[in-house]
């Protein structure tokens, strides 16, 4: 019997010095603009990154690297892309927003490691079946948590600490023609459109959420910290909107109350966190007929801190964005089965639409409402 799928946090980090500064595709990110794994993307897939209410330009708002180590499925170079529209017309329509996987045919873990590799690289070949390896909830060593080491994790993370303490002192050594020589190539030919908006960029880090009786704990040791005048205004307000909310939003405003800095949520497998009843159909693949399964969720603080970051301009499109939470559900074999190959087989890597749900605040009131008069 397999253990409960492990839930992961996105949790903000620093923010980048330009908006527009590369990474690599091994980047886990908020805003700012995609870092594809080769430099023919923009170019090839420019057609897939326009919105389909108004086909302007869709803005990248979270970059996460998502590999999966599973019994059945073993993908180590793996990302997923949302982007947005912020078009004023297009905030409340759920076809402006669009997901994209992108993977590298035949990677998988036993194919990393070799070579002179970065800090980044080591790190993902150390850990490869630890913190940031996505398992499907399988029984095993596949992110059930039951046989999770936190000494060999500690181990792998001094050991990737180190490395990459001795990689700046060498990099500090060379000149600048050597430094650029070893960027990636798809950093050195970054080309950004003047149409394509970018949006406040910073990174994020990882932490496991603790089960449900754990946050409940840390629920409560927040509001003991708070002001008392505060923790009564609060009390009060969620005593008012219990009336009209459904056991629902409670649930997901307890989890996200619990943590209220989460930008994403990940669970490769698991269950989403709805903040209203009404479940969309998950569908199937679109390209080779299996079952979606639920990978990751845009949480509502993300919205806060791309607002802190934005300028007047940039804030008021944001405005514009009430969704509650936009939820991502991916190919349960994360296929490779791309009806248009010629196009979407860029250099042995294969970009694959997946499905993206979005619940906004309108179809939370109507839910409230609803539950109420029932």
């Known amino acids: 019997m397999g253990g409960r799928v492990l839930q992961y946090l996105g949790m903000p980090g620093p923010w980048a010095?330009?908006?527009?500064?590369?990474?690599?595709?091994?980047?886990?990110?908020i805003g700012g603009l995609p870092d594809w794994p080769v430099p023919q993307f923009p170019s090839t897939i420019a057609h897939l990154l326009r919105c389909v209410s108004c086909q302007s330009n869709l803005c990248l708002v979270a970059q996460v690297y998502a590999p999966i180590s599973a019994k059945s499925l073993k993908i180590e170079e793996r990302v997923i892309y949302?982007?947005?529209?912020?078009?004023?017309?297009?905030?409340?329509?759920?076809?402006?927003?669009?997901?994209?996987?992108?993977?590298?045919?035949?990677?998988?873990?036993?194919?990393?490691?070799?070579?002179?590799?970065?800090?980044?690289?080591?790190?993902?070949?150390?850990?490869?079946?630890?913190?940031?390896?996505?398992?499907?909830?399988?029984?095993g060593g596949d992110g059930s948590g039951e046989d999770f080491d936190l000494e060999e994790l500690g181990k792998a993370l001094s050991a990737a600490a180190s490395l990459a303490s001795h990689s700046k002192k060498q990099m500090n050594n060379q000149d600048a023609k050597t430094t650029v020589k070893h960027l990636p190539s798809s950093l050195e030919t970054r080309v950004v459109s003047v149409d394509t908006p970018v949006l406040p960029c910073f990174y994020t880090y990882t932490q496991e959420e603790p089960s449900t009786r754990e946050v409940t704990v840390v629920s409560s040791s927040h509001c003991q910290d708070s002001d008392p005048e505060e923790a009564w205004e609060k009390e009060g307000y969620e005593y008012d909107r219990t009336w009209s909310a459904d056991r629902t939003y409670l649930k997901f405003k307890k989890l996200v109350d619990a943590f209220p800095e989460q930008c994403f949520r990940y669970a490769y497998g698991g269950k989403p966190l709805l903040a209203t009843a009404k479940v969309e159909n998950s569908g199937t693949c679109k390209h080779c007929g299996g079952s979606r399964l639920y990978e990751m969720q845009l949480m509502p603080p993300?919205?806060?801190?791309?607002?802190?970051?934005?300028?007047?301009?940039?804030?008021?499109?944001?405005?514009?964005?009430?969704?509650?939470?936009?939820v991502v559900y991916t190919c349960s074999k994360s296929c490779s089965h791309i009806v248009d190959e010629e196009k979407l087989n860029i250099e042995g890597w294969i970009v694959a639409e997946e499905a993206i749900y979005v619940q906004f605040e309108e179809s939370l009131q109507e839910s409230a409402h609803k539950d109420y008069f029932s």
């Open 302 to 326: 993300l919205l806060y801190f791309l607002q802190e970051g934005a300028n007047d301009c940039q804030k008021s499109h944001l405005d514009n964005w009430n969704w509650m939470t936009l």
């Open 82 to 139: 949302i982007f947005g529209c912020l078009a004023p017309e297009c905030g409340k329509s759920p076809s402006s927003w669009r997901a994209f996987r992108v993977q590298k045919l035949g990677s998988a873990c036993e194919e990393v490691g070799c070579g002179a590799a970065s800090p980044v690289s080591a790190l993902k070949g150390d850990m490869c079946d630890d913190l940031w390896t996505f398992g499907s909830g399988e029984e």
């Open 17 to 29: 010095d330009d908006k527009s500064e590369p990474s690599d595709h091994y980047t886990t990110k």
